[in-house]
């Protein structure tokens, strides 16, 4: 308990009012054990909290880089407005990406254990997405193939009367928005990479 008396005899400290009975403190000393403890540690404490979240996110962002800067992609289309736009938009979200409007060309260019996704039309003069599937399953089996489409009914039953061993590859339904193309590679990417 503070001494009354030497409050009142030491007034440069500090102002009591006797008959209020309150003490208002001028020297900083006084509040170090109510105001200044505390709120270091809770400084320190959201401190080391902020900087955890910051690792955290750092760490995130670098192993998303590294995910799309080591993945490769292979878009074939053939419409080359299509392949340019794809192209762009994975180049630019940091995957390195190749478009082939020719689907003989891109099977006959296709290097096994290379692709991390492939993206494929199905409709397509000459070999269609399913015939070029087909192929490339047999070069690569560990490849990710992603149809693309739009006419998903249609080609569902197609696939499954003449390519009932195409089952397991989903679709994307054209049109799709870039950020929802970028969203299911990204998906893709990643879940790949915990199976690698």
């Known amino acids: 308990m503070v001494d009354m008396q030497e409050l009142c005899a030491n007034k440069s400290s500090g102002y009591y009012s006797e008959s209020a009975k309150i003490f208002v403190s001028h020297d900083s000393k006084y509040y170090d054990g109510f105001v200044t403890?505390?709120?270091i540690q809770t400084r320190e404490e959201y401190k080391h909290t902020s900087q955890y979240w910051l690792n955290q996110k750092i760490q995130q962002e670098e192993l998303h880089e590294q995910t799309r800067r080591k993945r490769r992609i292979l878009v074939v289309d053939d419409e080359p407005d299509v392949c340019m736009v794809y192209q762009i938009v994975l180049e630019d979200t940091g995957f390195e990406?190749?478009?082939?409007?020719d689907s003989v060309k891109a099977l006959q260019e296709f290097r096994p254990a290379?692709?991390?996704?492939i993206l494929l039309d199905i409709k397509m003069p000459v070999l269609s997405g399913f015939e070029l599937c087909k192929k490339i399953l047999?070069?690569?089996k560990?490849?990710?193939?992603i149809f693309i489409t739009a006419s998903e009914e249609y080609y569902e039953k197609f696939r499954s009367q003449h390519f009932p061993e195409l089952g397991k590859i989903n679709y994307i339904q054209k049109p799709i928005g870039n950020e929802e193309l970028v969203h299911i590679v990204d998906m893709i990417v990643a879940n790949s990479i915990t199976m690698d």
């Open 114 to 117: 290379y692709y991390d996704l």
């Open 142 to 145: 560990t490849v990710h193939i």
């Open 37 to 39: 403890k505390p709120h």
């Open 97 to 101: 990406c190749i478009s082939y409007t």
């Open 138 to 140: 047999e070069l690569d």
